[in-house]
């Protein structure tokens, strides 16, 4: 495994660990830290694969989606949960009103759903 890419699931993990730590204080936080540690992950894969990642969210779900497109070990669900991600990111970072308060899922399932990614994209660079 390339130091990059050791780097960026390093940083994953520590993601998932401070959403889980911070889901019981301000749960928005928790799941836009629960997206990063998935993003890092794609970001970790994308690099040990072509030596190169990609610098803006799109490009790495892009890039994360073409890598994995006929790999089994990542499901369909693991490439929404970036796109969701996102979404969760914008909700975090920038919902202000009572009408951003939704999405697509909660922060607890966001981060079982980065749990979830995270150890799929392990089992890949095993």
């Given at each position: 495994?390339?130091?990059?890419?050791?780097n960026a699931l390093?940083?994953?993990?520590q993601c998932l660990r401070d959403a889980a730590h911070i889901l019981p204080?301000?749960?928005?936080?928790?799941?836009?830290?629960a997206y990063l540690a998935a993003f890092q992950a794609a970001q970790a894969l994308i690099w040990e694969r072509t030596g190169r990642v990609?610098?803006?969210h799109?490009?790495?779900?892009a890039q994360f989606a073409l890598l994995t497109r006929d790999e089994p070990r990542i499901?369909?669900?693991h490439v929404l949960f970036l796109a969701h991600g996102?979404?969760?990111k914008s909700w975090a970072d920038y919902g202000t009103g009572p009408q951003d308060q939704v999405i697509p899922i909660t922060p607890s399932e966001a981060i079982e759903a980065a749990e979830r990614f995270i150890e799929a994209v392990q089992a890949l660079l095993a």
């Open positions: 495994m390339k130091p990059e890419t050791a390093g940083r994953a993990r204080v301000v749960p928005r936080i928790a799941a836009r830290e990609s610098k803006t799109r490009g790495v779900r499901s369909h669900d996102c979404e969760i």
